[in-house]
Nanobody
């Protein structure tokens, strides 16, 4: 069983910072791709930042230079931390973590429940 749990969403002021964390845990063999995505009301889901063993680190255009993503591995866990700086009201969205997880029998896409980020003007 694989679990994806996000934390860190909160209300922030314009220009402030937040730190989101995503922890993937369970019986997996590898996680090649893991990333943060966000969806604001009435908008399409978009990439925020992702780390791929094949393609490296990628950021959405709107967050480049402001957000930093990092990955850490532990025993049966992988963490993805998103440091969000110089926040803007347009960063308001539900932030969700996605991981492509390989187990001993299959490879699948796993999503967390999401964590809400709200930035006030």
């Amino acid at each position: 069983q694989v679990q994806v749990v996000e934390d860190g969403g909160n209300l922030a002021q314009f220009g402030g910072s937040l730190r989101l964390s995503c922890v993937v845990s369970g019986m997996f063999v590898k996680i090649d791709d893991i990333g943060w995505y966000r969806q604001a009301p009435g908008k399409e889901r978009e990439l925020v930042a992702a780390i791929s063993t094949r393609y490296g680190t990628e950021y959405g255009d709107s967050v480049k230079g402001r957000f930093i993503v990092s990955r850490e591995s532990g025993k049966n866990t992988v963490s993805l931390v998103l440091q969000m700086n110089r926040l803007k009201p347009e960063d308001t969205a539900l932030y969700s973590c996605n991981a492509i997880v390989g187990t001993s029998t299959s490879t699948g896409t796993y999503w967390g429940q999401g964590t809400q980020v709200t930035v006030s003007p």
